[in-house]
């Protein structure tokens, strides 16, 4: 039943029609092709911008006492959620990191009971002001090289002051 010439009948059948997908592949490439020339794009349309050179300008600095001023406990609640896998907001339960009970204006490395410290704290400053929070928060990684907070940080500057707002409103 399967002999030499049905063999060479089904491979003559693929050889054909692969032919007929290359040659229509390479006529639609010619036919539709925009580009210049062998790796080239070009654009198929432009659109005009009045400020063109404009868009490469730096985010303005963040004016923190207006931020402070905006900030809300309630949304920042909702944000510690981030923080609640490794900190404890009660007096003393500490975590895999400290207590942040009344963080807000404590010294630096002080967590009563908490002896995890890595030391790379202390380059933040002397004391956990709302300042030295939002620049920490940022990265703690870039803020305290060395520190041994994993914590990629909070990029978004409203997050950081709602959360700070939240933290103050903790221990009162």
């Not at 009948?9 to 229509?24: P, T």
């Not at 490469?56 to 959620?81: H, I, Q, W």
Request: proline share 5%; net charge negative.
């Amino acid at each position: 039943m399967l002999d030499t010439m049905t063999f060479t009948k089904v491979l003559g059948g693929f050889c054909g029609a692969l032919l007929i997908f290359l040659l229509g592949n390479w006529a639609a490439e010619s036919l539709y092709h925009v580009g210049g020339g062998h790796g080239e794009e070009a654009q198929a349309y432009v659109i005009e911008v009045a400020d063109a050179g404009a868009a490469t300008t730096e985010d303005e600095p963040v004016d923190f006492e207006t931020l402070m001023a905006s900030a809300d406990a309630a949304a920042g609640e909702k944000v510690f959620g981030k923080c609640r896998a490794c900190h404890k907001l009660e007096q003393g339960a500490n975590a895999t990191g400290p207590y942040l009970y009344g963080v807000v204006g404590r010294p630096i490395d002080t967590a009563e009971g908490y002896g995890s410290y890595s030391g790379a704290l202390l380059q933040v400053g002397e004391t956990w002001t709302p300042e030295n929070l939002f620049h920490f928060l940022e990265s703690p990684r870039t803020a305290a090289p060395g520190t041994a907070m994993s914590f990629a940080g909070l990029p978004d500057p409203e997050d950081r002051v709602n959360l700070i707002a939240y933290l103050d409103s903790t221990d009162q």
